[in-house]
């Protein structure tokens, strides 16, 4: 029973892996072919959607096996059930990339307005916090993990900054709407990215250190927990 969940164990970490590198690879790309102005490279990454939907399946499969054939305990437990989360947030990612390449086979051309926008800075940022939590994933890295979930907080305000300049564009020039709104578009799925890649660095904590660290990421990181002074507070009638 032992060796048949290390073979299982094995299988799932290499399928989890190359989804890793299956999805980085598709916002490297559609990322990309905005830079460039490349629509057949958009193209690619639309029609590469598929292999991530088929190692999405082939995930979810694979750790049903292991639930059904062996009793994982521990840290093993929590490699499964993580993957499983993981898998969902990289099958997100997935179609991230999708939705940006959709977006630059519309527009076709970077509009001039571009570099009036935070986007640049967005995609920089969005790619190291996706390799970052990959890594960290793979490395088993709490330290890289949180690195991620800081630089969420970055991203969110990127993408505000973002829908301020784009509104004042379309509200000056209304001949650039359509570009306009697909930067807008562009802007808010990075920003899920960003949220998705988050997840994923949750999930490390969680594997490594046994840590739920969702909504509540202050106490682990920062060393702060303000649960006693909300959950316990009364409602009095002045």
């Known amino acids: 029973m032992e060796r048949l969940l290390d073979e299982h164990l094995e299988k799932l970490k290499t399928r989890v892996i190359k989804m890793c590198s299956l999805v980085d690879e598709q916002v490297q790309f559609a990322i ?83 570099h009036d926008t935070k986007l640049e800075e967005m995609f920089n940022l969005t790619k190291r916090m996706l390799k970052n939590s990959i890594d960290a994933f793979i490395g088993g890295n709490p330290e890289l993990a949180k690195e991620v979930i800081l630089t969420d907080d970055v991203v969110d305000r990127l993408n505000a900054e973002n829908h301020q300049i784009l509104k004042s564009i379309m509200k000056q020039s209304p001949e ?49 927990d303000d649960s006693d002074n909300e959950d316990d507070k009364t409602e009095t009638t002045p």
């Open 32 to 114: 990309k072919s905005f830079e460039e102005e490349n629509v057949e490279l958009a193209q690619s990454v639309i029609d590469r959607d598929r292999k991530v939907n088929k190692y999405d399946v082939k995930i979810d499969k694979i750790c049903q096996k292991i639930f059904a054939l062996a009793q994982p305990v521990a840290m093993d437990l929590r490699y499964i059930m993580s993957s499983l989360t993981i898998n969902s947030n990289l099958e997100r990612i997935g179609d991230i990339a999708v939705n940006i390449a959709e977006n630059v086979v519309l527009i076709q051309k970077k509009p001039e307005f571009f």
């Open 176 to 224: 650039n709407i359509e570009a306009a709104v697909a930067l807008l578009v562009i802007s808010r799925e990075l920003e899920r990215l960003a949220d998705h890649a988050t997840n994923i660095a949750e999930d490390v904590f969680f594997i490594v250190e046994a840590q739920m660290i969702k909504h509540k990421y202050e106490k682990y990181i920062f060393g702060e």
